[in-house]
Structure formats: C-alpha cells, structure tokens
C-alpha cells in the first residue's frame, strides 16, 4: 500500500515537473484576412426625460414628503438632510442631461429670497428664512448610483476627504461672487449637472471653457471636477443627497426652499 502511494505521488510530481517544462507555443503568423462589413440602425424614440422623482427617508428608504432636517440648531454647521431624491431618468440620445438649482427669487410664499444680489453678497440659493427673506442657509447636493449608508456632512470648499464629492447649489438668478468661489449662473454648466450623456458639451461659467462628455466620462457627476462624470445607462436611477449650514441660523426660525428644481435638457 505504501508503495503504491509513493508511486502515484512520484507520478504527480512529474506531472508537476511536465507541464513546467512544456514548450510554448508556436509564433503566430498570419496567412491573409477577410474584411467584413456590419452593422444596424436602431429604431425607438428618441428621449430626453425624468422618468420620475422621489423622496425618501434615509433611515428606513421609505416615501417621504419633502427634504427635512430633524435636530437642527444654531451654529451646528454642514448637516445632511434625513431625506435622500430618487431620480430616474431616460436618456438614449448624445447630448442630453439633467441639472440641479434654486430658482428662489421667483418662489412662492415665505421662501422667497428678497436680499441684495450682488457680487459681494451671498447667493440667493439654498434655504431662505420664512421670516427675513434676505436671510439664508447655503445648501449642496451630491450623488451616487446607489443609496448611502453613511453620508457625511462637509464644506463643500474644504478642499479635503469627502468635500470633493459635494457641489454647492446655484441659483437662477445668482451672479458671480469671487469671495465666494460661486459663479454666475448658466444653463448646462457642469457644476449644476447631475447626469449626463456622452457627447453633452457643458460650459463652465467658472472658467469659460467647454468641457464635452465622451462614452467614458459620462453618467452621475460623483466628483466636483467639470469632466469627472461616470457610468451612464440610458435608464439609470441616481440618488441625490442634500445638505445645508447651519452655522448663521437663528434660533426658533424656518428655513425653507419651494424652487429646488431638476431640469433634462440638451444644448
């Protein structure tokens, strides 16, 4: 018996030893090649949509009315929202997204923003005092392909860890304010876009170039840089976080936003 032991365990170390030693394979060389010509034209309609909007709650991923902030107090600082928005989109051509702003000097009711718009003065996004229309709270935005355990509240201008993936929101009526780093607002600039399609050419207002979309940097915008674009599916979902600055609230005072807008367009 323990012959045949030894045996089969000599067989397996030559076995071992062969295919180490086996002679690699011949060069290749080419005999000729044929050319052979292909393709297809696609049929469908061709969509530039939301699909649809949502909001949830972050604790437990379910439906929600709006996007609150539950706890917050007087110079707390960035907090995330408890609510994350859901959206779908539906994109099958070149050039098309989906952008993000405030439009708050055209809201309604108590969220009107009424202040100085100027080019030393806050920017009239984010959330305005119900009581003090020229008061208000800076907001920011990020998004994910899918929904975040933990997110992470940050100063979107701290220049360190997560505050690469969030963007500040703009408003439509927001000039430039250097001290700021805020620029004047303009449809298609790639900080205001969520989403994109290959072949979207957006225009900074930061710097004034045109930064255009290709099948690699194209789909959630996930970092604040104008080409760092990525996974694009003609029907995708991406989850959109918000968070807001606490830290110049008044005590007892509602802040609020009625013209949080996402908006599919193509340029």
């Known amino acids: 018996m323990n012959d045949i032991r030894k045996y089969m365990t000599m067989l397996a170390a030559a076995g071992f030893v062969m295919a180490l030693t086996r002679p690699g394979y011949a060069a290749f060389s080419t005999k000729g090649a044929q050319t052979l010509p292909a393709g297809a034209t696609t049929g469908g309609t061709p969509t530039i949509a939301i699909s649809s909007v949502a909001i949830f709650n972050r604790s437990n991923n379910s439906p929600a009315g709006g996007l609150i902030w539950s706890g917050a107090t007087p110079g707390a600082g ?4 408890d609510q994350y928005i859901q959206l779908a989109t539906n ?4 050039d098309g997204a989906v952008q993000i702003y405030t439009d708050n000097t055209h809201a309604t009711g108590a969220s009107k923003y009424t202040g100085l718009i100027s080019s030393t003065t806050a920017t009239p996004a984010g959330l305005v ?6 008061q208000k709270l800076p907001t920011a935005w ?3 392909t899918f929904t975040l355990t933990g997110v992470n509240p940050i100063d979107p201008n701290a220049g360190s860890g997560e505050s690469f993936l969030w963007f500040f929101h703009e408003d439509l009526a ?5 001290s700021q780093n805020a620029a004047v607002f303009g ?3 790639p900080y205001i876009t969520v989403y994109a399609s290959p072949a979207t050419p957006l225009v900074s207002q930061a710097d004034g170039k045109t930064y255009t979309t290709n099948s ?3 789909g959630i915008h996930f970092a604040q840089g104008p080409t760092q674009f990525g996974g694009f599916n003609t029907m995708a979902t991406t989850f959109i976080y918000t968070e807001a600055n606490f830290a110049s609230a008044f005590a007892q005072a509602t802040y609020s936003t009625t013209k949080l807008i996402l ?4 340029l």
């Open 91 to 94: 994109i099958n051509v070149v």
């Open 174 to 178: 927001q000039v430039a304010v250097p």
């Open 142 to 144: 990020r998004a994910s």
């Open 216 to 218: 690699i940097n194209s």
């Open 187 to 189: 449809n298609g600039d």
């Open 263 to 266: 908006e599919a367009f193509s």
């Open 78 to 81: 960035w907090l995330v929202a």
């Open 129 to 134: 005092n119900n009581s003090d229309g020229t």
